[in-house]
């Protein structure tokens, strides 16, 4: 794991304070053989989230997401599918830091893993897969979206 001050967000942040920027970032989506969903949750503000975070310079959105799931959940990612691109300018937030962003995240069904699923990283402090009809309390509605959007996608990607 990065510290983010070493990371490429973090020294872009170094020179944009906390101006709302664009940060390209991939969001895994990751099923069990049940079809339950892989939620983490964070060790800086205990939300539940989708595996995921901001690229690195010389990555490329699938090393990004192979070493996001490695980081969050001690998953290794064998094979993946690109379901969406979300870039639309409700898609902001702010971060624990106090950054602002516009999303551009690229979400990405995880369709072969191996591994053994980890409770505790540098990044969180507990890993679950969830049922669809028992998720995590509390998650953004942005993961709700993300999981319908992933319940109609039929091989053409969506665009938001």
Known sequence: SIPFEESYHGQLRQFMGNRRVIVPAVHG??????????????????????????????????????????EESGLTVQEATLIAIYSEPRFHFTNSYGGKHQMLAFVIQVTQWTGALRQETDETVA?????LDALPPNIHDFYRETLQDLNNFSGTGILK
């Not at 890993?127 to 049922?131: G, Y």
């Open 29 to 70: 989506v990751v099923q069990d053989e049940q079809g339950r969903i892989l939620f983490v949750k964070r060790s800086d503000n205990g939300d539940w989230v989708l595996p995921a975070g901001s690229m690195e310079l010389d990555e490329s959105v699938l090393d990004a997401l192979k070493r996001e799931v490695w």
């Open 127 to 131: 890993a679950q897969f969830f049922a």
